[in-house]
């Protein structure tokens, strides 16, 4: 329960946070307005876990901790898929 509850709040924010990358980059939006949710997102995560470590300790801690490194993770996978190509549409 430790891990699990974490990663299941992080995970509702990562899957946002890829959906949302996905939308902007079919929109073919700016590069920085398309990376700026997987930027804010791992900004959050980096604070998490600073706050896990300097403040708040122990079990309750750790649990912060897991929240912020699970946060790093999905940031970094909204970032790639961020930067990959949008192929363009062949019409039949």
């Known amino acids: 329960m430790m891990v ?3 990663l299941l709040a992080s995970l ?3 899957l ?3 959906v949302l990358s996905i939308r902007l980059r079919k929109r073919r939006v700016r590069t920085w307005l398309l990376l700026l949710p997987s930027f804010v997102l ?3 995560g980096i604070v998490f876990f600073y706050v896990s470590i300097a403040f708040i300790r122990g079990f ?7 929240i912020g490194l699970f ?3 999905f ?3 909204g970032i790639m898929v961020s930067r990959t190509q949008v192929k363009p549409a062949s019409r039949q």
Do not use: D, K, N
């Open 4 to 6: 699990a509850a974490p």
């Open 12 to 14: 509702l924010l990562g």
């Open 16 to 18: 946002i946070v890829i």
């Open 42 to 44: 791992m900004l959050t």
């Open 60 to 66: 309750e801690g750790a649990s912060y901790g897991f």
């Open 71 to 73: 946060l790093i993770i």
């Open 75 to 77: 940031s970094a996978a």
